[in-house]
């Protein structure tokens, strides 16, 4: 019997595919987190996330006062992002709903006051301004930096990678505020107006043939002294217990690979080859594999709900996932055969798009180095 194998989420279920059916728009089928292509699209998403924010469905776990539920039960967030996965719907963890945590966590109470209820009207979209060109996974070596003059502070610096940053109107950005020997103790969480003075957002664009992510240039951009988020050279904390937040998003991945296993099996009838032997030996490991990364989701969250979370859950699952799905995306277009090279294709989307869940949010390695020395507490590797 599984966490949500009960009456009450049972009901639950039922109640959000019934939603989902009736209020879901039509958004383009693509692999991962994508932005969107055009202001059509994006008033789409606006006012899908908004009505998500309204039926009660994100925001449930916010204070009553900026609107959340009060009695919120976080294994609804799992079912929720498995049924939105199901429905093939992008995912609802994105940069947003992570700002959103970061304010009511760390906001003061006018930042509450001002961008709460924007995101929740759909008003107001975030990108996170995390990476940079020499520190993806290491936050800590991050080279931005602010500096306050009077009641302002100067950023000047680059960031990479920033999901969606050219259609948002704010950022949640990480700058460095003491020296570069701090690390994390000298960085410090701001809110960004992206049409600021001193801003150049240049989209990249990608082997997707999209541009879902961003260069960040700022040049002396002024900031008021209240757009710091949290304390002083706390940045640090700010960005990684938002990130934490992304709880209500863990069993998105295991049921979106449970559709990909589904499409392979079709795939694999369509093209003729589900009768050889080398690839149903093949589906049938990749059917273990995914159900090994659903028991992980539910272990995960079993062990958080509980308080005795390990040092190895995040990683582990993180990498289950993000191979699993590389794996998965390279077999599709291996049964395409040449068609697999025309552009267009759902398989050659996932095939292209996959290596980014194996960097994004830490790369591969940097899972593996902190399961080796955080989980198995095996030597700390050498580093210049």
């Known amino acids: 019997m599984g966490l949500t194998d009960t009456a009450e989420l049972g009901a639950f279920r039922v109640q959000v595919r019934e939603f989902l059916a009736e209020k879901a728009p039509r958004l383009p089928v693509r692999a991962g987190f994508r932005s969107p292509e055009s202001e059509e699209e994006d008033r789409v998403v606006r006012a899908w996330r908004a009505a998500l924010y309204e039926a009660g469905y ?30 093939r719907l992008p995912p609802l963890t994105d940069q947003t709903h992570l700002a959103g945590f970061a304010l009511v966590r760390f906001g003061s109470e006018e930042q509450k006051a001002r961008h709460l209820p924007a995101i929740r009207d759909g008003s107001e979209t975030w990108c996170q301004l995390f990476s940079e060109p020499e520190a993806g996974s290491d936050l800590g070596a991050m080279r931005t930096r602010a500096r306050r003059e009077g009641d302002e502070w100067i950023v000047d610096g680059q960031k990479v990678w920033s999901s969606n940053a050219a259609w948002s109107d704010l950022g949640f950005l990480l700058a460095r505020t003491g020296t570069q020997e701090s690390r994390h103790r000298g960085i410090s969480a701001f809110i960004v107006d992206m049409r600021a003075a001193g801003i150049d957002i240049r989209p990249l664009r990608e082997i997707t043939g999209t541009s879902d992510f961003s260069e960040v240039f700022f040049d002396g951009c002024r900031l008021p002294v209240d757009a710091l988020l949290g304390p002083a050279s706390d940045g640090w904390r700010v960005a990684m217990e ?51 990364c659903n028991l992980l989701v539910y272990q995960r969250l079993e062990r958080e709900l509980a308080g005795v979370a390990h040092a190895s859950d995040v990683p582990v699952g ?56 955080r989980a198995l507490g095996m030597p700390r590797e050498a580093r210049s």
């Open 58 to 87: 994100l925001g449930g776990d916010w204070p009553v006062e900026w609107g959340g539920a009060g009695d919120w039960d976080p294994l609804r967030g799992l079912v929720l992002a498995e049924e939105v996965a199901r429905a």
């Open 242 to 292: 938002s990130l934490g937040a992304e709880r209500s998003g863990i069993g998105a991945g295991a049921a979106r690979l449970r559709l990909m296993l589904d499409d392979l099996v079709e795939l694999a009838r369509d093209r003729g080859r589900y009768e050889d032997g080398a690839v149903r030996e093949q589906l049938g490991r990749f059917a273990a594999e995914v159900e090994v």
């Open 318 to 373: 993180k990498l289950a996932f993000s191979e699993l799905n590389l794996a998965m995306a390279e077999f599709g277009v291996s049964l395409l055969g040449e068609d697999g090279l025309a552009a267009g294709s759902i398989w050659q989307d996932e095939f292209l798009y996959a290596r980014t869940y194996t960097v994004a949010g830490g790369a591969s390695e940097i899972m593996r180095n902190i399961l080796a020395e």
